[in-house]
């Protein structure tokens, strides 16, 4: 069975950033099960495997347009420390949830720390990153 929207595909990948270090793999572990054509991963990703079968292997260098985006700009923003909940580890690398006016969870990570500014990046961290994937498809369903 061929690769198609609607379809159930369960595959493998290994990342490794433009330098070709390892910053994922489910290679030896979970593979990942997705439904094609419903953005549940990277649109490179969907693209490549669209009308492959089970048993299709690829590796491809992926562009941040077909991974992860651009990062965007006004996704960075500052905050005061007092603007921030009391269980809060105000530190660089450290995640915060909020919410947009959507209602939708935004996740930021403390990207700086000064004295009376945080600075936020909301931005996906492997956004604005080229990127090398190794696939394995396992089934189509």
């Known amino acids: 069975m061929r690769i198609k929207k609607g379809s159930r595909v369960t595959f493998h990948y290994e990342l490794r950033d433009d330098k070709g270090e ?20 990277i649109v490179g990703l ?26 965007n700009k006004d996704l960075i923003v500052f905050a005061g420390p007092e603007n921030f909940d009391d269980n809060v580890e105000i530190e660089v690398g450290s995640t915060v949830e ?36 190794k696939i394995e498809v396992l089934e189509v369903h």
């Open 98 to 133: 909020t919410e947009d006016p959507d209602g939708e969870t935004i996740i930021f990570r403390i990207i700086e720390v000064d004295e009376d500014k945080v600075y936020l990046d909301g931005n996906h961290p492997l956004a604005d990153k080229t990127l090398d994937y």
């Open 46 to 71: 969907e693209e490549l495997m669209e009308g492959e079968e089970a048993g299709f292997e690829a590796k491809v260098t992926l562009p941040p347009e077909k991974a992860y985006g651009v990062a």
């Open 22 to 41: 390892l910053l994922d793999s489910t290679f030896g572990g979970d593979p990942v099960i997705y439904i094609q054509g419903e953005g549940e991963i």
